[in-house]
Structures are given as structure tokens and as C-alpha cells.
């Protein structure tokens, strides 16, 4: 009888174990934040995922393959989008990039050529004309690059994007931003296969405060 019952105890205290590590017990200020002053989300009718990210990071080089295999298959419900950091003076060059090439709707040829130079080659693309001569490299026109470079409308999108990063307390890439509400970064989370699951159980929360 007492061996069954330590067999039993020992048993239970496994289960236990393992639903924490698969994810089911996720706990506030260990495994994410919840901000104490959210941060206005750019899509009131979805669950905005930000990804806070630079091109230079090496974490999120490596992290890039798994958030994007995530985001292939998103519900509706769900807004994911990428928010280019410039925590420091040195990544407001890329940030500016970021927002050029999307303005002129040329992100898809040179957005993974970007994070290679840089997160992976580590090459000095630190100005606009630099990152003009990467670009036209990629089929992207350098002169109308730089033309949106160094527009006002470009700088305006980066400097609202860094108001939010800075409204959301983040400090490292690469963070996710869930619905303006919770940071999530592979240190908090564990890992960065760790970091997507808490991520889906913020947007499980959110769903069922919605509701």
C-alpha cells in the first residue's frame, strides 16, 4: 500500500512537472509583463503581436525562422506586425530602411538580404547612401530609396514607432508586444521556441477578456 501510494505521489508530482513546462502555467513578471500603462495598438478590430526587432541583432537572426514559420498560418484575429527598434543611434539607419522600403512596397525583396548583411555578415550599412547602394543590389531603385529615406514621412512613422517602444518599456531585441499590454522576451520566457508559446497564451487571454 505504501509503495502504491509513493507511486502515485511520484506520478502526480511529474504530471505536474510537465504541464508546467508545456506551457500551462505561465506566470506574470516571471515568464512575460504586463505593462502597467498600455500602449495604443494601430488595429482596435484585432489582437495586435508586435515583433520589436533590428536588423543588426543576432538573436533575432536566429529568432526570424520561428516567428515566421508562427505567422504563416495566423487566425484572423490576429494583426501581427514587425516594429523596427532604434535603441540606439546606430540602428536608426535600419529602422529608417524598414520604413522606406515598405512605403515603397519593396520590403519583400530585401527585408531577409537586410537581416543577412547585417545580423549575419555583420557589414557596415550604417547611412542612407550605404544602405541605397545594398538596396538597388536587390532590384530596389537606390535613388527613390533615399528619396524616402530621408522623408518626412518615414522619419514620422519611426519616431511614433519608437514612442511606443519606449511607452512599452522595452530595452532588447528581439521582444514581442502583445495587444499593447505584455512584453515577451526569450530571457523572461525561456527560449525563443518558449517566447511563441506564451505569446499564444496572451492572445488565449485576450480572446476571453473580449468575450
Known amino acids: 500500500m505504501l509503495r502504491s501510494l509513493s507511486t502515485a ?3 502526480v508530482a511529474a504530471f505536474a512537472i510537465a504541464g508546467q513546462a508545456s506551457g500551462a502555467e505561465w506566470q506574470e513578471g516571471t515568464h ?15 489582437i495586435e503581436v508586435a515583433e520589436v526587432f533590428w536588423y543588426g541583432c543576432p538573436h533575432c537572426y536566429n529568432f526570424k525562422p520561428l516567428v515566421e514559420s508562427w505567422a504563416e498560418d495566423l487566425p484572423e484575429d490576429i494583426d501581427y506586425v514587425q516594429i523596427p527598434a532604434a535603441l ?13 522600403l515598405q512605403a515603397m512596397g519593396e520590403l519583400d525583396k530585401v527585408h531577409d538580404a537586410l537581416f543577412d548583411a ?3 555578415e555583420r557589414r557596415p550599412l550604417n547611412s542612407g547612401e550605404a ?4 538596396v538597388s543590389g536587390h532590384g530596389v531603385d537606390g535613388e527613390a530609396f533615399l528619396k524616402n529615406y530621408n522623408s518626412f514621412g518615414v522619419n514620422a512613422r519611426m519616431q511614433k514607432a519608437q514612442a511606443k517602444i519606449r511607452g ?6 528581439p521582444t514581442m508586444l502583445v495587444n499593447g499590454k505584455y512584453t515577451v522576451s526569450a530571457s523572461m520566457a525561456g527560449g525563443h521556441e518558449e517566447v511563441l508559446e506564451v505569446v499564444d497564451y496572451l492572445v488565449e487571454q485576450e480572446r476571453g477578456a473580449a468575450e
Not at 504586463?34 to 494601430?42: A, G, I, K, N, Q
Not at 512599452?168 to 531585441?173: D, E
Open 88 to 100: 540606439g543611434q546606430s540602428w536608426e539607419p535600419h529602422a529608417k530602411a524598414f520604413y522606406a
Open 131 to 134: 544602405l541605397a547602394e545594398f
Open 32 to 46: 512575460y509583463r504586463e505593462l502597467s500603462s498600455p500602449v495604443r495598438t494601430d488595429n482596435s478590430e484585432a
Open 118 to 120: 547585417l545580423a549575419g
Open 9 to 11: 505521489v511520484t506520478f
Open 168 to 173: 512599452a518599456r522595452i530595452t532588447g531585441t
